[in-house]
């Protein structure tokens, strides 16, 4: 690992940390700190506070996190394993580009799974479930309203896991928490992108849940995320470039 500070990403200079973040407050230490450091890397991939092709200076995100080099150095590594970060010989750490190939495989398997988990959820919905959709919708409008779009990422994450949840199939669960995160990354740059017609759709989708019609909800979910992979590849061919979805 280096801190070479003359390399530059592929996007262009490198950032700033220190100019062009808000302060954050040192890590809380009860988890341990490698943990807690690799999370907070890898949110800050996740919400686009770390671009694509970025380059990571060790120093820095220490100086950033609160913490020691020797963390950040251990979570660039296992960020590196996971493919969320390049290491580069004599030249250190970039945030990944993601390819078009790799984000059309992971929204295309991400179809499949959440259309079978709102089908199950549809069969095996309770009133109480039912709500709690409802109180997620009315969350994501709010962060509609007020044009965040972390915000929206989360909201967006929160209700999809709860139809995970109420699918009540464990090893789907599982399968759908492989792709999650990066999921989240790529949903990020087009959270406003998708806006009131994603909500409009979740709004739809929850009426046939309540309604308990399994086979409508799977192909509701269907739609809703082939969408939501077109709007994806459609930002990227308007862009022109994978870095400057943000």
């Given at each position: ?36 450091v ?10 686009r ?12 995100l ?18 590196h394993?996971e ?48 709500e ?13 309203s007020?044009?965040?779009?972390v ?25 759908i ?6 999921t ?14 994603a909500?409009d ?13 399994s ?19 459609q930002?990227?061919?308007?862009s ?7």
């Amino acid at each position: 690992m280096t801190d070479r500070r003359g390399a530059t990403s592929p996007a262009g200079a490198r950032r700033s940390l220190g100019g062009a973040r808000a302060a954050r407050q040192p890590l809380e230490r009860p988890a341990p700190l490698r943990q807690a450091v690799y999370d907070a890397l890898a949110e800050m991939i996740i919400n686009r506070e770390l671009q694509p092709g970025e380059h990571l200076v060790e120093n820095e995100l220490a100086a950033h996190l609160g913490v020691s080099r020797q963390p950040v150095r251990e979570a660039l590594q296992r960020l590196h394993n996971e493919g969320w970060v390049d290491l580069r010989p004599a030249l250190g750490a970039f945030v990944h580009v993601p390819t078009e190939e790799e984000a059309d495989q992971l929204l295309s398997t991400r179809t499949l799974l959440e259309a079978e988990s709102a089908r199950l959820a549809a069969k095996n919905a309770t009133p109480e479930q039912v709500e709690r959709l409802r109180e997620l919708q009315r969350a994501g409008e709010q962060a509609l309203s007020e044009d965040s779009q972390v915000a929206l990422v989360e909201a967006n994450a929160a209700l999809h896991a709860h139809l995970v949840d109420m699918s009540g199939n464990k090893v789907l669960a599982q399968l759908i928490a492989m792709v999650d995160r990066r999921t989240r990354w790529y949903y990020s740059p087009i959270a406003r992108t998708r806006g009131r017609e994603a909500w409009d759709e979740h709004a739809a989708l929850i009426e046939t849940i309540a309604e308990g019609n399994s086979r409508r909800a799977g192909e509701l979910m269907r739609k809703h995320t082939e969408r939501t992979r077109e709007s994806y590849h459609q930002r990227r061919k308007e862009s022109g470039s994978p870095n400057s979805l943000t």
